[in-house]
């Protein structure tokens, strides 16, 4: 049976230029409480979703994989500051405001083919209730000279530009040349519709989507928290998503998974977060470690659902912008050797995302067969989905990609529970000690019955993978033997000759052993809480705990910053307030934390 490749091919142009993380805060019209000026309104046509999805359904039903579309471009014309409008305040600020409307839009994604911001001035990007915010964007993002960023939810953009007194116009260069338009996985900003209040979700084609899942992949994919990958939380939460620009054009983005990985010479002074895929996750063979690929990319964090039953939407943590280390050569795609490429990201990742750098092992053989409870198992975004995981009991040595000549060039895996689809290519083996030991590279196998998302759209769901091997990318040789084209002089760059390598925090502190699964039930069936809106910005909270206990409670606005903290010593059945009425009204999330538990309520202010 003819394999396939597993890279899903996104025709949307979802990326950043910059690897900073916003800097949060509110918008000086949100700060001011000003009234909605009127703004200068760009309106912009809708893609036609319909009849990409028709040529799509097409040519899946005569049995060709074709790309797993998520949106589409549509391009603009927005400068700064033609295309907005001034107000001047008192205090020698300014703020320049503009809108981009594209109706029927889910949501919105802008790219900007110049960008740069002097110091002191902070940018801004909401919908338009003003529920879901993007930034502050500052000097620190894109620094090579172009950006984008993820989307903001819904049918309009709201941009704002905050300018302090001093700071001189012309130095401010802002274009955005494209936008584009995300007809499938947002799942996660439904939250933001409704002012906020959110909304029952209904997939693209308009049928409920009763799970709450994402949808996009096989309703065969089981979700990564689930019982199946328990005990195997460090590699699950060292696994991301990766979205690909793929040309100087962007008529096509790509959608990998990835693996975040340790190295030899990391410490925490001293920390390296590299990221391993698959090469053909870059189509183009570009081999320059800036090119716009690179630049370009985004690296998504904890996508995936909360619970296994997926009744939560996905939210999702965010970096850009990563250099080229290390690749197999992809110049010939009918011929793959080995399936390798090496990232590092432009910068550290924040503590609180909770994510882990997997050990590796390079051992040329593996053991054929395991017994429960061990496994070789995987972390994976089939079809752009959030993360999913598969499960096998045995491994043939003896895989290949394409070419049976390079037979032992790859892990073949037959996998028992679970698996892969467009969007897993890249994405780790594990072996039974959560060492990385291959990436996903070509798949065959399809399964019967699972040719079906949660959408009612077709879905390729294949149970045969072969993994391309961590120890045939080691010190490859096949495509040249300088440092580029192998693993090693990365992940030993101190030549202690090791074998395996244990995993790390991603700031390199050492790991745990292992990760407590949270059992959320009791900490969310003993909290209670009310007036939910509220018109004081006064909540109260009833708890009702068996035994004494601690409570952190942490007030997260829309930009994801902490505007508040609360501390209760030694609750049990009792009344506590949240005061926040010092808060503008808008959506905020209380995230209680008490012995080892943490759970998150939705607040909204309406004043």
Not at 578 to 605: C, N, T, W
Request: net charge negative; proline share 5%; hydrophobic share 35%.
């Amino acid at each position: 049976m003819k394999k396939i490749t597993m890279i899903v091919f996104l025709t949307a142009c979802i990326g950043t230029a910059s690897a900073q993380t916003s800097k949060g805060g509110f918008p000086l019209t949100k700060k001011l409480q000003m009234e909605q000026a009127s703004l200068s309104v760009h309106n912009y046509p809708l893609p036609d979703w319909e009849q990409k999805q028709a040529s799509r359904k097409a040519k899946l039903e005569r049995g060709v994989a074709g790309p797993e579309i998520v949106g589409l471009f549509t391009a603009t014309d927005i400068r700064f500051p033609e295309s907005g409008t001034f107000t001047y305040l008192a205090d020698g600020q300014t703020i320049w405001r503009t809108k981009i409307q594209i109706d029927g839009a889910p949501a919105i994604g802008l790219y900007y083919d110049d960008f740069r911001l002097p110091k002191g001035v902070s940018y801004y990007i909401s919908n338009n209730s003003g529920s879901h915010q993007l930034g502050a964007y500052t000097s620190a993002n894109g620094q090579s000279g172009v950006f984008a960023h993820e989307p903001v939810q819904g049918a309009e953009a709201n941009l704002e530009l905050n300018i302090p007194a001093g700071v001189a116009i012309e130095d401010i260069k802002l274009h955005i040349n494209r936008a584009l338009v995300y007809f499938a996985s947002v799942s996660y900003l439904d939250k933001y519709k409704n002012n906020g209040l959110g909304e029952t979700r209904t997939s693209i084609t308009g049928q409920p989507d009763s799970l709450e899942l994402e949808g996009s992949s096989s309703t065969c994919q089981i979700n990564a928290v689930c019982p199946l990958g328990a005990g195997y939380e460090i590699q699950r939460k060292a696994t991301v998503q990766l979205i690909i620009a793929y040309d100087n054009e962007f008529a096509e983005v790509g959608g990998c998974s990835a693996t975040l990985i340790n190295n030899t010479g990391n410490s925490a002074g001293n920390c390296t977060p590299y990221i391993l895929t698959a090469t053909h996750c870059e189509g183009k063979n570009f081999n320059n470690s800036d090119a716009l690929p690179y630049e370009l990319m985004l690296v998504r964090f904890n996508f995936e659902n909360e619970d296994c039953s997926g009744s939560t939407n996905a939210t999702v943590n965010t970096l850009s912008g990563v250099t080229l280390k290390a690749r197999a050569d992809y110049s010939n795609t009918n011929v793959i050797k080995g399936d390798f490429m090496l990232l590092s990201l432009k910068e550290s990742i924040p503590d609180d995302w909770d994510a882990y750098l997997s050990g590796w092992n390079r051992a040329d053989s593996l053991p054929l067969q395991l017994n429960s409870p061990k496994k070789y198992i995987g972390f994976h975004h089939p079809a752009g989905d959030v993360k999913k995981v598969s499960v096998s009991r045995s491994i043939n040595p003896n895989g290949y990609a394409f070419d049976p000549s390079f037979a032992g060039t790859h892990w073949d895996l037959n996998i028992d529970s679970g698996g892969v689809e467009g969007g897993s290519s890249g994405s780790g083996l594990f072996d039974a000690d959560g060492y990385v030991v291959g990436i996903a590279s070509v798949a065959d196998a399809p399964r019967p019955g699972c040719n079906i998302n949660s959408n009612g759209d077709p879905a390729f769901f294949f149970t045969n993978v072969s993994y391309s091997k961590f120890s045939y990318a080691w010190n490859y040789a096949v495509d040249g033997n300088s440092d580029f084209r192998k693993l090693k002089p990365w992940l030993d760059p101190i030549n202690t000759g090791a074998v395996t390598l244990n995993p790390a925090k991603s700031n390199c502190e050492a790991a745990p052993t292992n990760i407590e699964v949270i059992n959320k039930n009791e900490l969310h069936d003993a909290l209670l809480i009310y007036p939910n809106p509220s018109s004081s910005g006064k909540f109260t909270a009833s708890v009702n705990f068996t035994n004494p206990r601690d409570l952190q409670v942490d007030i997260i606005d829309i930009s994801g910053a902490r505007v508040s903290c609360y501390t209760f010593k030694k609750l049990k059945q009792e009344k506590i307030t949240l005061d926040m009425s010092h808060l503008p009204e808008g959506v905020y999330v209380a995230r209680f934390r008490s012995q080892q538990e943490s759970v998150s309520k939705k607040l909204i202010i309406r004043k």
